[in-house]
């Protein structure tokens, strides 16, 4: 018996991420998935008139492929992966919580084949600017681990914190769209940082259940050649399977100059992928009150209520900077006490503090407001 909270979780894909309308078909690709969720989903799909087509994927099949390093692999498969993305009007991606290190003895140069010929064209370059989609990971075991409680606890903060009321928390965030709009001048400082960017007519963009689940963020860009000084993350990340802590990135006129972290060698190499990947491309401030803590798992972690996240890569077209990259990497810097506290400036102006916002429109984001009631 499928648990009735997947129905919930599913009807929130459809009904509100992806507005699915008769007739309409998604694409629903499913890695490492069970079985019954999958069909679960499909079930749902089918019941709002839409037309599902599934691909079920495994990861340890993906590293295999991956490990052949061939070029004529991966243009095959991006060239296959683009002409079915092109069919559908909308994708779901469900991610179960495979081994997070899954790739990480996947060459480098393997990965750079990957992300030239099939993430590239397929992700950032048609499925993102088409704006139909949704990503979510899916419980596991594994994923339980890595947040450091029972897979049982676990499952139930998953549901909880993913069927959050988005219709409050999206009312909460547009006052902060708001005055991202009306900002120039950003700067954030906190333990080992102090860096200063212009958002200036880059668009803000509120992201309350459609893209992501969980969700819980706004996100803009900095102007490319604005950012100057540190910034000194500390969320633990994964890149390509790799695991990477206490990164610091140093900026000089936008572009990383110095980059430092738990394996230096190969965070610069992946800086060195292609000249974007050392400019920014997106800026972020989490704010789901139910996220709480980094688990290495950045669609988590880049919504914890307390964090920015500063992305070095690709900039979205709907907030976009100019910066083109193959990589677009999620850094999450966490500013509560917790995690050596941390402030926020709008033009001069403080709007955060130890992660709580300090400024009246922006104070029903606070944690304590959005769980009242």
């Not at 991006?78 to 993305?85: L, N, P």
Request: proline letters at 6%.
């Amino acid at each position: 018996m499928v648990d009735p909270r997947v129905n919930r979780l599913a009807d929130i894909l459809v009904q509100h991420s992806l507005r699915l309308q008769p007739g309409e078909s998604v694409l629903l690709e499913a890695t490492d998935a069970d079985d019954a969720v999958v069909a679960a989903m499909v079930a749902r799909i089918g019941a709002a008139g839409a037309v599902p087509y599934v691909a079920q994927r495994s990861q340890a099949v993906q590293r295999q492929l991956l490990l052949l390093g061939s070029e004529p692999l991966m243009r095959l498969t991006g060239a296959i992966e683009v002409d079915r993305m092109s069919r559908v009007d909308a994708y779901i991606g469900l991610r179960a919580g495979w081994n997070i290190s899954e790739l990480s003895d996947v060459p480098a140069e393997a990965m750079r084949l990957y992300t030239e010929h099939v993430a590239k064209p397929v992700h950032f370059d048609l499925r993102v600017p088409r704006g139909r989609w949704v990503v979510l990971r899916w419980p596991t075991p594994s994923m339980a681990q890595l947040a450091g409680v029972s897979t049982a606890a676990f499952t139930d903060f998953f549901f909880e914190v993913c069927t959050v009321d988005y219709a409050r928390l999206t009312t909460a965030m547009q006052p902060l769209v708001d005055r991202l709009q009306r900002t120039d001048q950003v700067r954030l400082v906190g333990p080992g940082t102090d860096l200063r960017f212009s958002v200036r007519d880059i668009p803000a963009i509120l992201c309350g259940g459609e893209y992501n689940i969980p969700d819980g963020e706004v996100f803009t860009a900095p102007v490319r050649d604005s950012v100057e000084g540190t910034i000194a993350f500390n969320a633990p990340t994964i890149y390509h399977g790799v695991g990477f802590d206490n990164i610091t990135l140093t900026f000089r006129a936008g572009q990383i100059v110095e980059a430092t972290g738990s394996d230096t060698a190969r965070l610069n190499e992946i800086l060195d992928t292609d000249p974007g990947a050392r400019y920014v491309g997106e800026f972020a401030i989490g704010v789901n009150p139910l996220i709480t803590r980094p688990m290495r798992d950045i669609l988590f972690d880049e919504k914890i209520a307390g964090s920015i996240h500063f992305t070095p890569g690709n900039a979205y077209d709907e907030a976009d900077n100019g910066n083109r990259s193959q990589v677009h990497w999620d850094l999450v810097l966490l500013q509560d006490p917790a995690h050596g506290g941390g402030a926020i400036y709008f033009d001069g102006e403080l709007v955060r503090r130890d992660g709580l916002f300090v400024v009246p429109d922006l104070t029903p984001l606070n944690p304590n407001q959005l769980l009242a009631g």
